[in-house]
């Protein structure tokens, strides 16, 4: 007697206890989530006391406001820090949000720290967490270009990247690896502490407009009738770079702490110098001097490209020391290196000016010459830099497939140009007695047209690349040296 079997039946049996399996093993312990409690309550501590510090410079800020209205620099610090303390607002209420939209619910954040529907509900909820993710953006869009940007944890450290790294090395969705599809406890968390990094780099750069008339944190003593100044690390290079390799997922041990020299107080800011890696007295005026001579990349300028000026220079333009270029031409600082882009060639004049006793007063003054950038040169890519053949095999060019542009200048790694076309002609060995053929290329890659006059190459034929058009960073258009490789294979 034949027994009918449902198939379909076991197979989801099957695939319900599959599903039972795995959510056994990647169920988090609710233990472990109930640890997180502290760990908010604790970032609330933080907030609430960077908050009372922004309150405080506030009112400094507002009893000074004429002495800084009349400072450019601190006119910028002060729009980055309202900038800044905007984007803090939003997400502060997008957490007093969830906290309402939970409470209507019967529930709060602390009850739902095992689960995620209805905090991921709420994100989910009229785009909200899309919003915050704009505003962030927009925020980090906004420091980027000011001129006198000082930090850069909002961006690497909440972190402001799309999509974000694993540990496994693959990329992650901004807002999933933060918040969905996790329990309240872990995306909550990552709530307040992006408020705390929003409110901590407001207050950055209240203190860096503070400093430009002369205010600084600091411990006044009652008994010695004197103000120890506390001078934040604005250089926050070794953190950055840190954190960059966290996010890699480089595990490599951290160097061990230098043990702090033993000096007394100083009556001025000490900043880190890297040339000697030890502490200085930036109210030298000499030393300050040295610093610009020493770090001063004075080699050859070119027009249209990133000159680096100043290398690991350790003090804060407009703040430390101003920094003037005559004819006007473009300063932006990255990591502490100064690069300066020149519109034109011509004799420029740079000019270093300290501002460290609030005082401006010009220290340093050099003329240099600006050109525009040297012929480039092409070859085949994949070719090493240095390396210039007279032959090549048809399956070279191939796995080529382009053309690429250098300069062999040491300061100018990147080819500070684009190919905009070239002629390719195909010269037959003598005894063949087929005419030339000549096709043209736009753009650095070989085209079908290019393709095909290879396919055609013979052992014996010449191949000709001219009229290989350029247009430079500097705004003019070369023309560069003509190619000319025999077939062997």
Request: glycine fraction near 4%; charged fraction near 25%.
């Amino acid at each position: 007697m034949a027994v009918n079997v449902n198939l379909n039946r076991y197979r989801l049996i099957t695939l319900l206890y599959v599903i039972f399996v795995c959510l056994s093993v990647l169920n988090i312990p609710s233990s472990l989530l109930d640890s997180y409690y502290y760990s908010i309550k604790t970032l609330d501590y933080q907030i609430k006391s960077t908050l009372d510090q922004v309150g405080f410079a506030n009112k400094v800020i507002e009893d000074k406001k004429m002495q800084l209205s009349a400072s450019d620099s601190a006119r910028v610090f002060l729009g980055m820090q309202n900038r800044i303390h905007s984007s803090y607002e939003k997400v502060k209420a997008f957490d007093e949000n969830l906290q309402k939209y939970l409470k209507a619910e019967g529930t709060d954040v602390e009850k739902q720290f095992t689960s995620r529907k209805l905090t991921e509900a709420y994100y989910l909820k009229d785009s909200s967490l899309d919003k915050i993710k704009n505003e962030l953006v927009s925020l980090v869009t906004f420091l980027k270009a000011q001129p006198y940007q000082i930090d850069q944890a909002v961006e690497i450290l909440i972190p402001m990247k799309d999509p974000i790294l694993s540990q496994t090395g693959s990329g992650k969705d901004w807002a999933l690896y933060l918040f969905l599809h996790k329990p309240t406890a872990i995306s909550y968390f990552h709530v307040k502490r992006i408020q705390l990094i929003l409110i901590q780099n407001e207050n950055i750069y209240q203190n860096a407009a503070l400093r430009t008339i002369g205010y600084q944190p600091s411990y006044y003593s009652e008994k010695e009738k004197e103000a120890i100044l506390f001078q934040p690390n604005t250089n926050t290079t070794e953190n950055i770079e840190q954190q960059r390799i966290q996010d890699t997922f480089a595990r490599t041990p951290n160097p061990a702490p230098k043990p702090p020299a033993a000096a007394a107080t100083p009556r001025f800011p000490v900043q880190a110098d890297s040339t000697n890696d030890q502490a200085s007295n930036t109210d030298n005026f000499d030393e300050f001097i040295q610093r610009i001579i020493t770090s001063l990349h004075s080699e050859t300028f070119y027009v249209g490209i990133q000159n680096p000026v100043l290398r690991e220079f350790n003090y804060l333009m407009g703040v430390d020391f101003d920094f003037e270029i005559t004819p006007n031409a473009a300063v932006k600082n990255i990591n502490n290196t100064y690069f300066i882009k020149f519109p034109k060639t011509g004799q420029y004049t740079l000019r270093f000016s300290d501002k460290r006793k609030f005082t401006k007063k010009v220290s340093f003054e050099k003329k240099v010459l600006v050109q525009l950038i040297p012929p480039p040169q092409v070859k085949l890519s994949g070719d090493g830099s240095n390396y210039y053949r007279v032959t090549a095999k048809v399956q070279d060019l191939f796995n080529a497939n382009r053309l690429v542009g250098y300069l062999q200048i040491y300061d100018i790694p990147d080819f500070p140009a684009r190919i905009n076309s070239f002629t390719a002609t195909r010269i037959p060995k003598e005894d063949e007695g087929t005419p030339q053929e000549r096709v043209l290329n736009y753009g650095d890659v070989f085209n079908a047209e290019t393709q095909k006059l290879l396919r055609k190459l013979k052992k014996g034929d010449l191949l000709l690349f001219d009229n290989i058009q350029v247009t430079m960073q500097d705004g003019t258009s070369r023309i560069a040296s003509p190619l000319t490789y025999k077939i062997i294979e």
